[in-house]
């Protein structure tokens, strides 16, 4: 099954954080920005929705500075 772009969206926006503070972490690891400057990491149960969220944000080019130095 391909999840949609939308679904992840969904997914990373339906708390309310806006989808410019989501970053990739590392493998299907999400994280994003809080109003402090602080990141938080947030774990997608769904494997397949994780990995898709990671991708997808990989391509957009949010990706946190360690997942870049250990891909």
């Known amino acids: 099954m391909?999840?949609?772009?939308?679904?992840?969206?969904?997914a990373l926006t339906s708390t309310g954080?806006?989808?410019e503070r989501w970053l990739?972490?590392?493998?299907?690891?999400?994280?994003?920005?809080d109003d402090?400057?602080?990141l938080k990491a947030n774990i997608i149960e769904d494997d397949a929705l994780a990995a898709a969220a990671v991708k997808?944000?990989?391509e957009r080019?949010?990706?946190?500075?360690s997942f870049?130095?250990?891909p």
């Open 61 to 65: 080019g949010q990706v946190h500075q």
């Open 2 to 10: 391909t999840i949609k772009d939308t679904e992840v969206i969904t």
């Open 36 to 38: 402090t400057g602080s």
């Open 17 to 19: 954080i806006p989808l």
């Open 24 to 33: 990739a972490l590392a493998g299907h690891l999400t994280g994003y920005v």
């Open 56 to 58: 997808f944000l990989q």
């Open 68 to 70: 870049k130095l250990n």
